[in-house]
């Protein structure tokens, strides 16, 4: 992370109990995953994220955009989602299921041609649930069943947009390491 950067954040958010030890996602369900996350992030920052636990807001999500949420999106949408808009260590901000929005929507006034082809045709089915330092860049899942399914690309408004992760655990894994593959 930028220096800078690093300085004013040191000063407006309290230094974390655990940074710089990003916690080891254990193997296996979903759940355990997603749990282990939540307590991190509650531990690392207890003042500013607080699981939403929103069954209605998923619920409700998949109606509003006639899609079927892959099963470990919706699992971290029940157990680890914020209830309010957070931004870890690594100044991404973790959407919550309130303001998660499809990418059609989110970047409606972008002019086409602006991704790469798999994503930009299939946008509608792609929700944006992540962004990077006040939205420098954005991360979205395909929520569209084929090939991408489940898959996260990177959206930076200039082509091309990348996938970076095959699922959200790969995707939260390299997240919360810092990796750079994810930009």
Avoid at 22 to 42: F, K, M, S, T, V
Wanted: contains cysteine; negative net charge.
């Amino acid at each position: 992370m930028i220096s800078w950067l690093k300085t004013i954040l040191s000063r407006t958010r309290p230094v974390s109990r655990t940074r710089g030890r990003p916690p080891i996602l254990p193997e296996g369900a979903a759940e355990q995953r997603y749990a282990a996350l939540a307590d991190h992030w509650a531990l690392a920052e207890p003042k500013f994220y607080t699981p939403a636990h929103d069954e209605d807001g998923i619920t409700a999500l998949e109606m509003r955009y006639g899609i079927r949420l892959p099963p470990e999106f919706r699992a971290y949408l029940s157990i680890a989602a914020p209830r309010h808009q957070f931004m870890d260590n690594e100044t991404i901000s973790w959407w919550s299921v309130r303001d998660i929005k499809s990418l059609a929507e989110e970047c409606a006034s972008w002019e086409p041609g602006w991704g790469g082809d798999a994503v930009e045709a299939e946008q509608h089915g792609y929700l944006v649930f992540a962004d990077y330092l006040i939205w420098c860049w954005a991360w979205a899942i395909c929520c569209v069943e084929g090939p991408h399914y489940g898959r996260i690309a990177v959206i930076r408004g200039s082509p091309p947009d990348t996938f970076v992760a095959d699922d959200l655990s790969a995707f939260i894994g390299m997240a919360l390491h810092d990796d750079p593959r994810i930009q």
